[in-house]
């Protein structure tokens, strides 16, 4: 048998399944809304694109300031 130590730390990632189940469900939902939105942006006509892009550079320029 293992040591207490591990047989502790077998137990707490055994107890653990369902914080990582509920991770793994955000990460699936972060995932869906990525594909939405670049489906999205896939529909922009090129001169909307264009201003979408321009408009975010200049928001992360600023943030850098």
């Known amino acids: 048998m293992t040591d207490e130590t591990e047989?502790?730390?077998l137990m707490a990632v055994a107890g653990s399944e369902g914080e990582a189940l509920?991770?793994?469900?955000?990460?699936?939902d972060r995932l869906n809304q990525v594909h939405a939105?670049?489906?999205?942006?896939a529909r922009l006509d090129a001169p909307s694109l264009?201003?979408?892009?321009?408009?975010?550079?200049?928001?992360?320029e600023e943030g850098t300031r």
């Not at 939105?37 to 942006?41: D, F, G, I, M």
């Not at 264009?50 to 200049?58: K, Q, S, V, W, Y």
């Open 7 to 9: 047989l502790n730390r």
């Open 50 to 60: 264009r201003a979408a892009l321009e408009a975010r550079r200049t928001a992360l």
């Open 22 to 28: 509920a991770a793994l469900a955000g990460c699936v």
């Open 37 to 41: 939105a670049r489906v999205a942006l």
